[in-house]
C-alpha cells in the first residue's frame, strides 16, 4: 500500500494506491478530530480519531462497537523511534523506525492482527500529518 498526503483547498487529502498504483481507497473527509477513510477490503467505513495532545490515535470500523476492534498506536515514552499498538489495553504490535532509511518504518504484531495492517498503516500516516 502507497499512501500520499498532499493539500488541496488548504486541507489534507490522501491517496491510497497498491504496488501496481491503482486506487484501493478513498479519504472521505474530517469532521472535528475524526478522519474517515473507505478502502476497498474492508466492507466499513474506517474512522481514525486524533487526539488533540498528539498521545495517540485510535483507530475504529464505522458502526462496529466491539472493544476488540479499536486500537490505539502511542508514541513508546521509553524510545523515540518505536510507536506501539493496542487492541483495547493488550499490546498488539509496534511500529520502529528503519535505521537505514529514516522515512521509513517497519509494522509488526500478532499473527491474529495482521488483517489490519493496512489500517496501522493510515492510522501511523496521520499521526505524523495532522
Not at 481507497?25 to 477490503?41: A, S
Not at 518505536?82 to 509496534?94: H, P, R, T, V
Not at 511500529?95 to 489490519?116: A, G, Q, R, T
Amino acid at each position: 500500500m502507497k499512501v500520499n498526503v498532499y493539500d488541496k483547498d488548504y486541507q489534507k487529502n490522501y491517496d491510497i494506491k497498491n504496488y501496481k498504483n491503482e486506487t484501493i481507497g478513498k479519504y472521505l473527509g474530517q469532521k472535528y478530530n475524526i478522519l474517515e477513510f473507505k478502502l476497498d477490503f474492508y466492507k466499513e467505513l474506517i474512522n481514525i480519531e486524533l487526539d488533540q495532545y498528539d498521545h495517540y490515535i485510535k483507530i475504529y470500523f464505522n458502526n462496529i462497537h466491539s472493544a476488540n476492534k479499536v486500537f490505539y498506536i502511542k508514541k513508546d515514552n521509553k524510545k523515540d523511534d518505536i510507536y506501539l499498538i493496542y487492541c483495547f489495553e493488550s499490546q498488539i504490535g509496534k511500529i520502529i523506525s528503519d535505521k537505514s532509511n529514516n522515512s521509513s518504518f517497519k509494522i509488526s504484531c500478532l499473527d491474529e492482527y495482521k488483517v489490519y495492517l493496512n489500517l496501522f498503516g493510515i492510522g501511523f500516516i496521520t499521526f505524523f500529518e495532522k
